[in-house]
T-cell receptor, first 117, second 115 residues
Framework: AQSVAQPEDQVNVAEGNPLTVKCTYSVSGNPYLFWYVQYPNRGLQFLLKYITGDNLVKGSYGFEAEFNKSQTSFHLKKPSALVSDSALYFCAVRGQYSSGSARQLTFGSGTQLTVLP | DGGITQSPKYLFRKEGQNVTLSCEQNLNHDAMYWYRQDPGQGLRLIYYSQIVNDFQKGDIAEGYSVSREKKESFPLTVTSAQKNPTAFYLC??????????????FGPGTRLTVL
């Protein structure tokens, strides 16, 4: 079965500092990885995805994510955090050899990012 | 959220009632999905449909039903058999049917509360 772990429920960072939101995964075959952001009482917004190729993926709003196959991780990063980045972040994965409903996205439990002014 | 609409935004249900949540998309996407979101649990898949007139159960389908009579519409009915329906419900769609690199795009959600 495929799974995603976001080990930190809450991440606090000062405005202007770099931020990292962690994600590790377990899938059958090659992974297809996604990051989404959710603001209060809103739907999820797509940030970026990794399919294949370059291990550093650039996405919306200055976010990027680094794929590390040996560590089965896909951490979300931003060089300089903004107060407006404060939101709930979800990592999601599907595996190359997943079947049935597992072929759909499996989401992590989310990480609440708070950027302090 | 653009291109996918969900209604109503807030919904209150009495115990024993069935309620239907609407999801419409104008993105010409083939696949549509329903998720349930509970605090601290992330998103869990209820049902998905890869093509009109066909749909599949997700991980937590019990107490829910869906239909896919039109490409742009995928309504979800929460039946009285669902024991704990209070949650935030999210609809999503994607371009291709089951493609591994497909990106799912989400609607704004419906918050259902059982009174």
């Amino acid at each position: 079965a495929q799974s995603v772990a976001q080990p930190e429920d809450q991440v606090n960072v000062a405005e202007g500092n770099p931020l990292t939101v962690k994600c590790t995964y377990s899938v059958s075959g090659n992974p297809y990885l996604f990051w989404y952001v959710q603001y209060p009482n809103r739907g999820l917004q797509f940030l970026l995805k990794y399919i294949t190729g370059d291990n550093l993926v650039k996405g919306s709003y200055g976010f990027e994510a680094e794929f590390n196959k040996s560590q089965t991780s896909f951490h979300l990063k931003k060089p300089s955090a903004l107060v407006s980045d404060s939101a709930l972040y979800f990592c999601a994965v599907r595996g190359q050899y997943s079947s049935g409903s597992a072929r759909q996205l499996t989401f992590g439990s989310g990480t609440q990012l708070t950027v302090l002014p | 959220d653009g291109g996918i609409t969900q209604s109503p935004k807030y919904l209150f249900r009495k115990e024993g009632q069935n309620v239907t949540l609407s999801c419409e998309q104008n993105l010409n996407h083939d696949a549509m999905y329903w998720y349930r979101q509970d605090p601290g649990q992330g998103l869990r898949l209820i049902y998905y449909s890869q093509i009109v007139n066909d749909f599949q159960k997700g991980d937590i389908a019990e107490g829910y039903s869906v239909s896919r009579e039109k490409k742009e519409s995928f309504p979800l009915t929460v039946t009285s058999a669902q024991k704990n329906p209070t949650a935030f419900y999210l609809c999503a769609s994607s371009t291709a049917s089951g493609g591994l690199s497909d990106t799912q795009y989400f609607g704004p959600g419906t918050r259902l509360t059982v009174l």
